[in-house]
């Protein structure tokens, strides 16, 4: 082996490194500054490792070269940079301090020299041929970080001038090795929480539960190149794990076996709420041998508000390729998707029950529809038309045709308090009460009482019903009107439109509540209005409300019209003023009008006042 020799074009230092150094002290001091400029112009650690060999060359023609980095809670040394050591040597090698000639170095925290390797017990050999090896521990702020070591195939080759040289680049390269180390350390974490922060930001937005578990298998691949991963759910019994996602070698695989609670790797992680990392999968009891390839494991539960609902699996083929970073990185990722998993379930179920809610309102509001009068009755002496339309799917308005003998038609409008499902149905008990009672043909006061005490007797909290209840008389063309609580009707006599004067209280409140009688004889083309107050009560985008005078507005202007265009007119000139509106009350509008006679008769309309 010939004598040292430059790898630059700088002249050699006027030393031989193999005889007693300190010929050329200014050198010297000049080659250990160049070392520290190598130390404090780099963060980066492969690089100052790169530098630090060419330094060392320039002193030590070296065969082998390689610094190995110690794991201070395995107390490990993993070799970090090597020349002339081979690949997979390098990649797989580990030492326990005190093992070989590097983890005597570190364990005695002084340089050691072996002039001959065959003869020495602490040899690891790698490389074919090695004779002597020389190792000096890296040391800083008195912790031993790692060694460096060289290696020659020439007995004897290394002497105490290389060890001293050694000695002094170890001494000043320690602290930059710490500090490259701790820099890649940050800027590894750094960019660690960026790429989580990325997923967790991304994964909160997906609501679907298999588009979310398909999304976190492939965002995983951008903290950890897995080769296998699963997530597994705790089923509904809580006694055991079910496979919902699965990735073998990047393909989505099902998987149907389940895992008791407690068993296996995965079982443990869920039930003791811990992550579990194992180097060797073969070497620990707790592992069932799912996947033969599999060699190393990380299992990190999914906590959701203290209680665990499944459990992220990574595997992989190689023994020990995860690490305490990936353990710590994925634990920091469970708590986000275990937020995201429940976001989605509960989206899941919410969207569930809204089919479900919305299939059973369809059909309410087909049954609502269908509690109503399939149409108007046909009458001799008026024309009738009515329409209702509920401000949700279902809503608490309602009407009814109620025939009574001698020609007689009674005619409900009613509005109850609320919108919505309890509004229906307490309109469908009005409805009820309506029909039962209306055996004994009551008068309009009567019947109004008749339901009121009803209603007392069946009390529900925040709960009334506002009704117009009219008789009309067919033959004599008349209309006997009570209200208790309704907007008051409108009724058009020759074009001039006047208010029917009846009032009262809404039903359901008061045990003793009165309520008046009002008749109007009519005579032909007159109109009369009943109508919700979600009409008078409709809003522009302005807020500004349809108002009871548009209403009388419009019947005025089409008084000559049939009902049924008085009715469509009113619909549209509130639809027309609530534009860009969502409608919020529910809207009824029943219109008569009085047909001519065909026989002279007396005309004009007069008004009777009573009590019921």
């Not at 031989?16 to 000049?30: C, G, T």
């Not at 390729?321 to 998993?341: G, N, P």
């Not at 008026?382 to 009814?400: H, Q, S």
Request: glycine share 6%; aromatic share 6%; with cysteine.
């Amino acid at each position: 082996m010939t004598s040292p020799k430059p790898l630059t074009s700088e002249p050699p230092l006027k030393m031989n490194p193999l005889s007693a150094s300190a010929q050329a002290p200014a050198n010297l001091e000049s080659f250990l500054v160049e070392v520290a400029d190598v130390v404090n112009t780099t963060l980066d650690l492969d690089t100052l490792l790169k530098r630090t060999a060419e330094q060392v060359r320039r002193v030590i023609d070296y065969e082998i070269f390689s610094i190995l980095l110690l794991n201070e809670k395995t107390q490990e040394l993993r070799m970090r940079f090597a020349i002339g050591h081979p690949t997979e040597f390098a990649d797989r090698i580990r030492l326990k301090v005190g093992e070989g000639v590097t983890g005597l170095a570190v364990q005695r925290r002084e340089a050691v020299l072996v002039n001959d390797v065959t003869k020495d017990s602490h040899y690891v050999g790698a490389a074919k041929g090695v004779c002597s090896e020389l190792a000096v521990p890296l040391i800083t702020k008195n912790r031993v970080i790692g060694v460096i070591d060289i290696e020659a195939r020439e007995a004897g080759y290394f002497t105490e001038e290389h060890k001293r040289l050694l000695t002094l680049v170890a001494s000043r390269i320690a602290a930059g090795v710490e500090n490259a180390r701790l820099y890649t350390r940050l800027s590894r974490q750094a960019q660690t929480l960026t790429v989580l922060n990325d997923i967790s930001r991304e994964l909160t937005s997906i609501l679907n539960l298999d588009q979310l578990f398909e999304r976190i298998g492939e965002l995983l691949t951008r903290l950890i190149d897995y080769q296998m991963f699963s997530i597994l759910l705790l089923d509904s019994t809580k006694t055991k794990l079910e496979h919902r996602f699965s990735l073998r070698f990047k393909q989505n695989v099902h998987l149907k076996h389940d895992v008791p609670l407690g068993r296996g790797l995965v079982g443990y992680a869920v039930q003791h709420k811990t992550a579990v990392l194992v180097p060797d999968v073969h070497k620990d009891p707790r592992y069932l041998e799912l996947n033969p390839e599999t060699k190393s494991e990380l299992c990190v539960p999914l906590i959701y508000q203290d209680a665990v609902i499944g459990v992220l699996d990574l595997e992989h083929t190689r023994r020990g390729y995860f690490t305490d970073d990936h353990r710590r990185t994925i634990a920091t990722l469970a708590a986000q998707i275990a937020i995201a998993i429940e976001n989605a379930r509960l989206y899941e179920r919410i969207a569930q029950q809204e089919q479900r809610l919305e299939r059973e309102l369809t059909m309410a509001q087909e049954l609502q529809f269908r509690m109503l009068p399939p149409g108007c009755p046909p009458l001799k002496g008026a024309d009738l038309a009515a329409r209702y339309v509920p401000a949700r799917t279902i809503g608490g308005d309602m009407y009814d045709f109620i025939p009574y003998t001698g020609g007689r038609l009674a005619l409900a409008v009613a509005d109850v308090s609320g919108k919505g499902a309890p509004a229906a149905l307490y309109a469908a008990l009005v409805g009820g009460i309506l029909r039962s009672s209306a055996a004994g043909e009551p008068t309009a006061a009567e019947m109004l009482a008749l339901v009121n005490t009803s209603l007392v007797e069946r009390p529900i909290d925040a709960q009334f019903v506002s009704m117009i209840y009219a008789i009309w008389d067919d033959e004599e063309r008349t209309l006997q009107v009570s209200n208790s609580g309704l907007p008051r009707p409108i009724y058009c006599h020759e074009g001039k439109v006047e208010v029917v004067q009846a009032t009262g209280l809404p039903l359901g409140f008061f045990d003793n509540a009165e309520y008046e009688e009002f008749w109007l004889a009519t005579a032909g083309g007159d109109v009369c209005v009943f109508f919700s107050d979600g009409i008078i009560d409709a809003r522009n985008q302005q807020g500004d409300g349809f108002g009871r005078d548009r209403i009388e507005e419009i019947v005025q202007a089409n008084h000559k019209g049939s009902a049924a265009a008085i009715v469509d007119a009113v619909f549209s000139a509130v639809a027309e003023h609530a534009q860009g509106v969502a409608t919020f009350d529910d809207q009824t509008v029943v219109v008569l009008k009085a047909k001519e006679r065909h026989a002279p008769h007396k005309k004009g309309s007069h008004s009777r006042q009573g009590k019921g």
